[in-house]
């Protein structure tokens, strides 16, 4: 009676409902609810702007929280299932009694001719061998049974699958956790600071390489040193689709820009500035409020016919550097300065000679930290290897035992995947054993 | 400012000449399969031989295009559909040539999906202007001039081939489904259950490329664009893809589902696919809308 044992049924109780707490939590049907949930609102979210969605949806708590939850749900489902995938892979029964033999979905019976165990045993190994079959035979309480198994290790693909899909969540969380993403850049020459991976950025040279079309965006090359504690750490050429990596740090070129130099010399007492101004920039031109606001560099400059200027390609043939003269936040007029020629403004302090004198290319990158890379990486490889093992190998196995009253064998066989196949592949060892037979 | 690649008039004249020949074989192995399904089962290994005909001048298309780009012809909605088309061909005649001649049939359902891939790449743009499949000679712009594209675009065809394949299948199942155990189409279309086979290997072949596609584009951002996922719609959509097919795999593999729920998921999933390529390009924005 339950009173004479106080605690114990309680106890069974609590056990069994933390046993269907976990069966539900690790179950298929989850999985596949939690699956879909993740589409469905996936869809939603791509129907407005990336932004919003990546702000909104992507990078939500609740987002992320069923991300965790389905990975959570794998990593169970895997751990549940990982002792008796292995053990079905590699310690398969390789003894079957000829009614479980008989209970398999897929199955025969020949009835032969000779009555002899030994011979008919030896022809089944034969002919199952020939296929390509790996045969065993083992003796239990009933006799002798022929194992035969092809293609084990396709057993493992959905472990090995499942997984390389945690690891790589893995990966992506380390490297979430653990990285960081900083927009940078400049013209040879220059220096800058990032913070938050403690090091400094040195770039040494910049180059442009045009591409056979001059019409196509051109390759920029720039040269970068790297010190931390003023001691250099790596140094490297950095171009699109070619980062520089060190230390789970990269150095992305995103793009590049073209920085003007302009000298802006007074007319009156010939006081010389010399600027380098980047497109969207702007100057002050004196006090009152004249600002040159900077447009856009051209490297060969043109206009079509609405007045519109534009590149005509990439090759510097016209420098131009457009800009907007503007005086008490008003617009005044256009300022195109070619390259060495002067052109004069004036100010309230006077007029001023502005000349473009020549022309540099900036780099600009995106400084990554992603220490979650090989995890990743490896755990990208798993899942190729998994997903290869589920759909390419077609794991099967064959049981025979001889029946020495009726001269017959029992052949029955268990593919996880394709029994279609598997009961052709058994028709035609059938005909073959049967032929073999007759010799 | 973009570039492209100056091609002699002859050059192009060939080229377009080559798609049309095949574009036309296409539609004639469709024509024969479609007939070898309603009765005249002789024509079977003819059609098939159109269809292996079709794909081979398919195929000198493909070539001509790759000398007049001086590089594989992997960019753009046209590169993309005619490698997609290609690559289903390719996988369908490989299975035909597997299971011998006995599924004929499904070639009466995968070359009307081909026809209607080639009407999406010639006849769509007519009807909609704002759909641009330009036929163009365009240079590579830097971004895209990685070993990775190749590896991420052959991934990608062989991905959709399988899920092309699978959804063949899938409408095959509801036709039969309708046709019953009578009529003509009752001798012609193999068994629900092989269909159901035929459906399930495509997909897992599908599936296995669409992962690699997935994990190659990664690995390719993660060098181009400082990281590996930016979620953006064409990422979101082939991750989405993925999912419904993972989500049929699992249904069938570990729940046993079996008939119409199944063949549900894949068409689902052939229509996500199909948005992934076409949808998202037009309808939705992001980096990748170059195609
Ligand atoms: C989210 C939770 C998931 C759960 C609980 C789960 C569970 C399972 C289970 C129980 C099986 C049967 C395995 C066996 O007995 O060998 C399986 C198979 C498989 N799973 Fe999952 N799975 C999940 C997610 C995924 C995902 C996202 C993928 C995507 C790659 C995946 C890929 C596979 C593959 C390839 C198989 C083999 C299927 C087949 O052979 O048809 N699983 N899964």
Same mark, same amino acid.
């Given at each position: 009676?339950?009173?004479? &044992?106080?605690?114990?049924?309680?106890?069974?109780?609590?056990?069994?409902?933390?046993?269907?707490?976990?069966?539900?939590?690790?179950?298929?049907?989850?999985?596949?609810? %939690?699956?879909? %949930?993740?589409?469905?609102?996936?869809?939603?979210?791509?129907?407005?702007?990336?932004?919003?969605?990546?702000?909104?949806?992507?990078?939500?708590?609740?987002?992320?929280?069923?991300?965790?939850?389905?990975?959570?749900? %794998?990593?169970?489902?895997?751990? =549940?299932?990982?002792?008796?995938?292995?053990?079905?892979?590699?310690?398969?029964?390789?003894?079957?009694?000829?009614?479980?033999?008989?209970?398999?979905?897929?199955?025969?019976?020949?009835?032969?001719?000779?009555?002899?165990?030994?011979?008919?045993?030896?022809?089944?190994?034969?002919?199952?061998?020939?296929?390509?079959?790996?045969?065993?035979?083992?003796?239990?309480?009933?006799?002798?049974?022929?194992?035969?198994?092809?293609?084990?290790?396709?057993?493992?693909?959905?472990?090995?699958?499942?997984?390389?899909?945690?690891?790589?969540?893995?990966?992506?969380?380390?490297?979430?956790?653990?990285?960081?993403?900083?927009?940078?850049?400049?013209?040879?020459?220059?220096?800058?600071?990032?913070?938050?991976?403690?090091?400094?950025?040195?770039?040494?040279?910049?180059?442009?390489?045009?591409?056979?079309?001059?019409?196509?965006?051109?390759?920029? /090359?720039?040269?970068?040193?790297?010190?931390?504690?003023?001691?250099?750490?790596?140094?490297?050429?950095?171009?699109?689709?070619?980062?520089? =990596?060190?230390?789970?740090? &990269?150095?992305?070129?995103?793009?590049?820009?073209?920085?003007?130099?302009?000298?802006?010399?007074?007319?009156?007492?010939?006081?010389?500035?010399?600027?380098?101004?980047?497109?969207?920039?702007?100057?002050?031109?004196?006090?009152?409020?004249?600002?040159?606001?900077?447009?856009? /560099?051209?490297?060969?400059? &043109?206009?079509?016919?609405?007045?519109?200027?534009?590149?005509?390609?990439?090759?510097?043939? =016209?420098?131009?550097?457009?800009?907007?003269?503007?005086?008490?936040?008003?617009?005044?007029?256009?300022v195109f300065l070619q390259l060495n020629k002067p052109e004069v403004i004036k100010t309230a302090e006077g007029e001023l000679e502005l000349l473009l004198t020549g022309f540099q290319h900036a780099a600009i990158y995106s400084i990554t930290r992603n220490l979650g890379r090989p995890i990743l990486f490896s755990g990208a490889v798993l899942l190729i290897i998994g997903l290869y093992l589920s759909f390419f190998l077609n794991p099967r196995r064959f049981w025979v035992k001889y029946d020495q009253e009726n001269a017959a064998l029992f052949i029955g066989g268990h593919s996880p995947r394709h029994k279609l196949f598997l009961e052709q592949e058994l028709e035609r060892l059938e005909s073959e054993i049967m032929s073999r037979e007759g010799e | 400012m973009s570039g492209y690649i100056p091609v002699s008039a002859t050059a192009i004249f060939w080229e377009n000449t080559f798609f049309n020949i095949a574009s036309a074989l296409y539609i004639l192995a469709m024509f024969f399969y479609l007939t070898h399904l309603f009765g005249r089962k002789q024509l079977g290994s003819f059609a098939s031989i159109v269809l292996r005909i079709a794909f081979l001048v398919h195929s000198v298309f493909l070539i001509m295009r790759t000398i007049n780009l001086q590089r594989v012809p992997f960019v753009g909605p046209y590169e993309f559909g005619n490698m997609f088309i290609w690559a289903t061909a390719l996988v369908y005649l490989w299975t035909e040539w597997r299971l011998k001649d006995k599924y004929f049939?499904?070639?009466?359902?995968?070359?009307?999906?081909?026809?209607?891939?080639?009407?999406?790449?010639?006849?769509?743009?007519?009807?909609?202007?704002?759909?641009?499949?330009?036929?163009?000679? $365009?240079?590579?712009?830097?971004?895209?001039?990685?070993?990775?594209?190749?590896?991420?675009?052959?991934?990608?065809?062989?991905?959709?081939?399988?899920?092309?394949?699978?959804?063949?299948?899938?409408?095959?199942?509801?036709?039969?489904?309708?046709?019953?155990? $009578?009529?003509?189409?009752?001798?012609?279309?193999?068994?629900?259950?092989?269909?159901?086979?035929?459906?399930?290997?495509?997909?897992?072949?599908?599936?296995?490329?669409?992962?690699?596609?997935?994990?190659?584009?990664?690995? #390719?951002?993660?060098?181009?664009?400082?990281?590996?996922?930016?979620?953006?719609?064409?990422?979101?959509?082939?991750?989405?893809? #993925?999912?419904?097919?993972?989500?049929?795999?699992?249904?069938?593999?570990?729940?046993? #589902?079996?008939?119409?729920?199944?063949?549900?998921?894949?068409?689902?999933?052939?229509?996500?696919?199909?948005?992934?390529?076409?949808?998202?390009? #037009?309808?939705?924005?992001?980096?990748?809308?170059?195609?």
């Open positions: 009676m339950a009173q004479e &044992t106080p605690g114990l049924p309680q106890e069974k109780k609590e056990q069994n409902i933390i046993s269907q707490l976990l069966r539900f939590l690790s179950s298929m049907q989850l999985g596949i609810i %939690l699956i879909l %949930l993740l589409a469905f609102i996936s869809i939603f979210a791509t129907l407005g702007e990336q932004e919003t969605a990546v702000q909104k949806v992507y990078r939500s708590w609740w987002y992320l929280g069923i991300m965790a939850f389905t990975a959570l749900n %794998l990593l169970l489902c895997t751990l =549940r299932r990982f002792r008796p995938i292995m053990h079905l892979t590699f310690q398969p029964q390789k003894n079957k009694t000829a009614s479980a033999i008989s209970k398999l979905k897929v199955k025969r019976v020949l009835n032969l001719q000779a009555k002899d165990e030994a011979a008919a045993l030896a022809k089944v190994k034969e002919t199952l061998a020939q296929n390509g079959f790996k045969v065993s035979q083992v003796t239990g309480t009933e006799g002798s049974t022929v194992f035969a198994e092809r293609s084990a290790w396709g057993y493992l693909g959905s472990l090995i699958t499942h997984a390389s899909l945690l690891i790589i969540l893995l990966g992506a969380m380390y490297g979430a956790l653990t990285g960081f993403e900083e927009k940078n850049g400049g013209i040879a020459g220059d220096n800058f600071q990032v913070k938050s991976g403690g090091f400094d950025v040195a770039i040494t040279a910049v180059r442009m390489e045009q591409e056979k079309d001059p019409t196509v965006r051109p390759r920029v /090359f720039s040269d970068v040193r790297i010190t931390k504690d003023g001691k250099e750490i790596a140094k490297g050429t950095v171009s699109i689709n070619q980062p520089l =990596r060190f230390a789970g740090n &990269t150095i992305y070129h995103t793009s590049f820009r073209y920085v003007s130099d302009v000298t802006i010399t007074s007319v009156q007492d010939g006081e010389k500035h010399e600027v380098q101004l980047w497109d969207h920039g702007q100057v002050r031109l004196d006090d009152e409020g004249t600002i040159l606001h900077l447009m856009q /560099f051209f490297p060969n400059f &043109t206009m079509n016919a609405d007045g519109i200027p534009y590149s005509k390609n990439y090759l510097p043939e =016209r420098p131009v550097l457009a800009g907007l003269l503007i005086e008490n936040g008003r617009a005044v007029r256009n | 049939a499904v070639g009466a359902f995968l070359t009307p999906l081909i026809t209607l891939y080639i009407v999406y790449l010639t006849v769509v743009p007519r009807l909609i202007p704002a759909v641009r499949i330009s036929r163009l000679h $365009q240079q590579l712009r830097p971004v895209l001039q990685s070993p990775w594209l190749k590896i991420h675009v052959s991934a990608s065809i062989f991905g959709y081939a399988g899920f092309t394949l699978a959804f063949a299948a899938a409408i095959m199942w509801l036709v039969k489904n309708k046709a019953g155990e $009578q009529g003509v189409l009752a001798h012609t279309l193999p068994q629900k259950n092989i269909l159901e086979e035929y459906m399930y290997r495509a997909a897992g072949f599908g599936f296995l490329f669409q992962s690699i596609m997935i994990i190659t584009g990664a690995i #390719w951002a993660d060098t181009s664009w400082g990281s590996y996922w930016r979620w953006d719609p064409k990422e979101m959509w082939s991750l989405i893809t #993925w999912f419904v097919y993972a989500v049929y795999l699992h249904a069938r593999f570990t729940q046993g #589902w079996t008939g119409l729920r199944t063949v549900a998921l894949v068409m689902v999933g052939w229509v996500a696919m199909l948005f992934t390529w076409v949808g998202v390009a #037009w309808l939705l924005t992001g980096i990748h809308s170059f195609g």
